[in-house]
């Protein structure tokens, strides 16, 4: 995907970018290539990859759940900054709270949103279930999403307990996600929240599957979630 078919691609879903935005994506490949030299971020680092399958992918939500209604996002193990910096690049008003476990990440984040000049994002070094626990970020997000972390029985434990009650949990799954969301069902409903709806796509020119679920959380999680670090992942709720 040309940057050309990145930004057409885009308009035809409604998003217009402004010569600022388009920069921001042009310097966004440019720093994700230059770092990657120094640490691991990603495997993929040629331009039209990029375009597709980080940035194109990324904003993929955005067209089955209306941002401009949404303040404030979370993203559970953003990596290198997918799918929110992306997100906020086309919806600037979003507040956007980055949590990733890895020091080196949140680094590449902090420059990174120097470099965009990107306003009202912060990036928090701690594990997400540490994260879910903490009173200052404990249900206080209209929307939660991540990409590519874990299974949606793990996911669900690390993003439900910081959604908002009436806030929105948004998974992006791939091949898999029919399976993910029947072994998942149990946590979903556990932690306070039903599935709203469900969107399957082909990703335009490797047309690979794509689906996202929307959650929308009616209750408050209980209180003993999310359990310690790594118990999730060791000891999923299924069933």
Not at 12 to 40: A, C, H, P, T
Not at 98 to 121: M, P, Q, T
Not at 129 to 134: A, I, L, S
Request: aromatic content about 10%; proline content about 5%.
């Amino acid at each position: 995907m040309t940057e050309e078919q990145f930004y057409d691609s885009l308009r035809q879903k409604g998003i217009e970018l402004s010569d600022v935005q388009k920069q921001q994506f042009k310097r966004y490949f440019e720093v994700l290539v230059e770092w990657n030299e120094k640490m691991n971020l990603t495997a993929i680092t040629d331009a039209p990859s990029v375009y597709l399958k980080h940035f194109y992918d990324s904003i993929t939500s955005s067209f089955y759940v209306d941002l401009t209604a949404v303040e404030s996002i979370c993203d559970v193990g953003a990596g290198a900054g997918f799918p929110s910096v992306p997100l906020k690049i086309c919806y600037p008003h979003l507040q956007v709270t980055i949590v990733d476990s890895l020091n080196k990440r949140i680094n590449f984040l902090n420059h990174l949103a120097g470099e965009l000049e990107l306003e009202n994002v912060a990036f928090v070094h701690a594990r997400a279930e540490d994260f879910g626990r903490n009173p200052k970020y404990r249900e206080q997000f209209d929307l939660v999403t991540a990409r590519a972390v874990a299974r949606l029985s793990v996911l669900s434990e690390l993003c439900l307990p910081i959604a908002k009650v009436g806030g929105l949990f948004v998974s992006m799954k791939g091949a898999a996600a029919s399976e993910e969301l029947q072994e998942g069902a149990k946590a979903v409903k556990l932690l306070g929240a039903k599935l709203q709806e469900e969107h399957e796509f082909l990703l335009p020119e490797e047309n690979s599957e794509r689906h996202i679920f929307i959650f929308k959380k009616s209750k408050q999680t209980p209180k003993k979630y999310p359990r310690k670090p790594g118990v999730p992942n060791k000891t999923p709720i299924t069933g």
